[in-house]
């Protein structure tokens, strides 16, 4: 297993506290932050976080400016992981072999007890450790709770982070261009550039949802409707938001996520592609802040969420949506459309267009 350090340094106290706050939101979230005074630079504060897969550089240094520190500084150290697996019947069991090898010496740093399929009755107990594990010890606890001998193997030093990324090809979502930073010189000319990384948030536009949303956006703007008061209710990355923000220059464009880490997320996702002070990004439950109560009605509100916070929010919709203002929906299956659909049209709505993709649909509905 690799472990990833990263470390910065800042004067003010109740920055580097802040700065530690936002690290420990991120997805992936770290394995540990701390501060502590820094020895070479009296009255600077260090401000550290391990991860145990490789961080998103671009958006802790962003934070890291956010907050008025140096960009930070990243070292990698190999740390071997052996993991002991075994299954056995009954949970009580499971539980109790879980609890006696988490007291075991060395001690794991992990255990896990888990029914292998509902109702099957059958449990894993899952064990990792730092150092090689005494396997005897381990199968003499497990043959007194009925357990098969454990299996234990080194964990293959994997940076599934790494792997991920390189599996995610860029998406064309008509004029728009959805890349990570490891594609960064494949942006073709002409094209619109949202950069967004596949570590953080929901919405990296490789999602049926995300993109159903894109492409409906993009043929609006194609058709000449120009939105000048955009909000995008349960931002992720706010690609969304961001979209809108590269074509509509002169609109006040609003981003909002009941989860903190999003809003972060998004924050971090607006410097990198250029666009800090463009979009407002707020943490609320749909409708529930006055900053976007104060910015209403809108001619364009993106959802991208589920079905049944879509239809929660259908009334509070028609009350934030400006008389011909548009609404972009997905997050739900090809067979929920149609419900969604009928709850919108009830609530003042008539549908524009439907895009079916895979098992997805992306619906686009005026306010009437």
């Given amino acids: 297993m690799r472990l990833f350090t990263v470390e910065t340094t800042i004067t003010d106290e109740g920055g580097a506290e802040a700065l530690a706050d936002a690290m420990d939101r991120l997805q992936p979230a770290p394995a540990d932050v701390a501060l502590y005074d820094d020895a070479e630079v009296p009255g600077s504060i260090k401000v550290m976080g391990q991860f145990t897969s490789a961080p998103d550089m671009v958006v802790l240094d962003v ?39 988490e007291a075991m ?88 550039p949202l950069q967004i990384e596949a570590t953080v948030a929901f919405g990296t536009g490789h999602h049926n949802t995300t993109l159903g949303c894109l492409l409906a956006f993009d043929r609006m703007f194609g058709a000449g409707v120009r939105p000048a008061n955009v909000a995008d209710i349960g931002a992720g990355t706010a690609v969304l938001a961001m979209a809108a923000a590269k074509v509509l220059p002169g609109a006040k464009i609003l981003a909002s996520d009941i989860d903190p880490v999003a809003v972060d997320v998004a924050r971090a996702n607006l410097g990198v592609n250029g666009l800090e002070g ?54 739900l299956l090809v067979i929920q459309a149609e419900s969604v659909v009928d709850v919108y049209v009830t609530s003042g709505f008539r549908l524009d267009s439907r895009d079916d993709l895979g098992d997805w649909s992306a619906l686009v509905l005026r306010r009437v």
Wanted: with cysteine; proline share 8%; net charge negative.
């Fill in 278 to 331: 463009r979009v407002a990004c707020v943490e609320a439950a749909g409708f529930d802040h006055p900053t976007i109560r104060k910015a209403a009605p809108f001619d364009l509100v993106f959802a991208n969420i589920l079905k049944g916070p879509l239809l929660q929010l259908a009334p509070d919709m028609a009350r934030h949506v400006a008389t011909g203002g548009r609404v972009i929906l997905s997050g």
């Fill in 105 to 192: 010496e060395p001690a794991p740093y992990g255990v896990g007890a888990f029914e292998i399929e509902d109702g099957s009755g059958l449990w894993e107990v899952g064990a990792y450790f730092l150092t090689d594990p005494d396997t005897a010890a381990l199968n003499a606890l497990g043959a007194a709770q009925g357990a098969r001998p454990f299996v234990v193997s080194e964990v293959p030093d994997i940076d599934w982070v790494a792997k991920v990324r390189r599996e995610l090809s860029p998406v064309d979502a008509g004029r728009f261009f959805v890349f990570g930073s490891h594609d960064a010189d494949k942006v073709p000319a002409g094209r619109i």
């Fill in 63 to 101: 934070l890291a400016e956010a907050f008025g520190a140096p960009p930070f500084t990243l070292s990698e150290q190999v740390q071997r992981t052996i993991s002991a697996l075994t299954t056995l019947p009954g949970e009580a069991a499971a539980r109790a072999l879980a609890d006696l090898v």
